[in-house]
């Protein structure tokens, strides 16, 4: 599965691989004792990569929000995993992924600074009810962490919502996760 992550990813290798080429051809022209037309020529291609890498963003990031929620529908609960995963990871936070079984109700723990989140991922077909909220509390104080997060890609019910908001557990539902995604 590839995962916008990965797709910006292989767009930087690109450019560095562009880049690399007009340095190269440069070096060559300035032996050739061509200097202002390899400097006028490494700076039009900077200008075109750039204008390229804004609109490249600006297209991927309008047209992937729809379709991402889409293809999360279409995850299993492992794969929604590995792609917050990404996601965070990309956000700037260390990730632990806990094993598949025995988690204690906590999926990703992530890390940013002295800062320390358990998560509970949950991909649904319908709303998440108090028991993703209860696991996640039972998670937080096993792995000691001082935050919780439960992250779906549907919505909770009026019991969950009112027990995360007692318990102190964030709740990231659908629309919220088409914000995170971005």
Known sequence: MTTKVFKFIKTRDKETIIIGGIFTYAILNV???????????????FIVIKAITIVYKLYFKNFTLTSDINIIDGMTGTEFEDYLADI???????IKLTPRSGDYGVDLILRKRRNKIAVQVKCYTSNIGVDAIQEVIAGRIYWRTKEAMVITNRFFTPNAQKLAKKSDVKLVDRDSLIKLIR
């Open 31 to 45: 032996y050739s004792k061509q200097i202002l037309k390899s400097l006028l020529i490494i700076l039009l291609l």
């Open 88 to 94: 965070f990871q990309a956000k700037g936070y260390n």
